[in-house]
């Protein structure tokens, strides 16, 4: 099947410094991934859509100097949290789009940041 | 009124029961439905994946649309601890890449 894996699984931080989390579609090419942002007990927030070589596409309300997004090869995306506040932290999940297949959503395991 | 209503439950079920678990969606350009399942602290897993009216049955699985009624459903039988999770619809329109999700399902089933 579709594997998606999303490093690093856990990652805390101090207030004012980025982190960068990483997508990456192990078994097939995904020229569409996606960053959603989920809080406790709640539903998958789109964030952004990343089209592989061009800019990511954000959603309403998120600041996309905030959260930059690359995606810089069929296989990769990246997103970076940059100048971590404790308001940030949250559970961040990629996908990927199998653009091969019936254009299904294969999701990572998830993020999960802290920022003290 | 959101596009998906899914009732967030809990829904506590005895191991071996029938899990009935449903959302509504009052968009008609939704043509793609799907199910996912979410442990704590993980990301979704794709467990159903449909584009027609009708039945789709997969092992312990069964997925059904109504798209007259704007309706889906998802049944789990002979249903097992491990099955205790949350799960969520989400739909697709025929034109764009996003999905719409419900709110999810929170379901447990006890021993």
């Known amino acids: 099947g579709a594997v998606v894996s999303q490093h690093p699984s856990w990652v805390i931080c101090k207030s004012g410094t980025s982190v960068k989390i990483e997508c990456r579609s192990l078994?097939?090419?995904?020229?569409?991934m996606f960053w959603y942002r989920q809080f406790p007990k709640k539903s998958l927030m789109l964030m952004a859509t990343s089209n592989e070589g061009s800019k990511a596409t954000y959603e309403q309300g998120v600041e996309k100097d905030k959260f930059l997004i690359n995606h810089a090869s069929l296989t990769l995306s990246t997103l970076t949290v940059t100048s971590a506040h404790p308001e940030d932290s949250s559970f961040y999940i990629c996908s990927a789009r199998d653009a091969g297949g019936k254009y299904i959503q294969y999701f990572g395991a998830g993020t999960r940041l802290s920022v003290l | 009124q959101k596009e998906v209503e899914q009732d967030p439950g809990p829904l506590s079920v005895p191991e071996g029961a029938i899990v009935s678990l449903n959302c509504t969606y009052s968009?008609?350009?939704?043509?793609?439905f799907m199910w996912y399942r979410q442990y704590s602290r993980k990301g979704p897993e794709l467990l159903m994946y449909t584009y027609s009216s009708g039945n789709k049955e997969d092992g312990r699985f069964t997925a059904q649309v109504d798209k007259s009624s704007k309706y889906i459903s998802l049944f789990i039988r002979d249903s097992q601890p491990s099955d205790s999770a949350t799960y969520l619809c989400?739909?697709?329109?025929?034109?764009?890449?996003?999905?719409?999700f419900g709110g999810g399902t929170r379901v447990l089933v006890k021993p």
């Open positions: 989400a739909l697709r329109a025929a034109a764009g890449n996003k999905l719409t």
């Open positions: 968009n008609s350009a939704f043509q793609y």
């Open positions: 078994d097939f090419q995904a020229t569409t």
